[in-house]
């Protein structure tokens, strides 16, 4: 049974810092794209970040320079560090493992940035 499991999301204020993390059972991790997802109320989901299981990075417009993804295939666990957070940040950010066909989405943890 694969199971991807988000923590770290919470209330944060403008221009402060989380760390999402994501860790992975049931997979082959490190085969795996990794990504980080967000869905803010009322907008579909949006992909924020990906990494390849050889580490090449992929980042929205909206974030480059903010976020960065990581990935530590030892511990089969993804991150997300997002530093200089804006209120439009905020969101429920979902984990995904995808290969080929395969598509794998976590529960999601919610980011709200707001003073």
């Known amino acids: 049974q694969v199971q991807l499991v988000e923590s770290g999301g919470g209330l944060v204020q403008p221009g402060g810092s989380l760390r999402l993390s994501c860790g992975a059972s049931?997979?082959?991790?490190?085969?795996?794209?990794m990504g980080w997802h967000r869905q803010a109320p009322g907008k579909q989901r949006e992909l924020v970040a990906s990494?390849?299981?050889?580490?090449?990075?992929n980042y929205v417009d909206s974030v480059e320079g903010r976020f960065t993804i990581s990935r530590d295939n030892a511990n089969d666990t993804v991150y997300l560090q997002m530093n200089s957070l804006k209120p439009e940040d905020t969101a429920v950010y979902y984990c995904n493992a995808r290969r080929g066909v395969l598509n794998f989405w976590g529960q999601g943890t919610r980011v709200t940035v707001s003073s």
């Open positions: 049931g997979i082959i991790f490190s085969i795996y794209t």
């Open positions: 990494i390849t299981g050889g580490g090449s990075t």
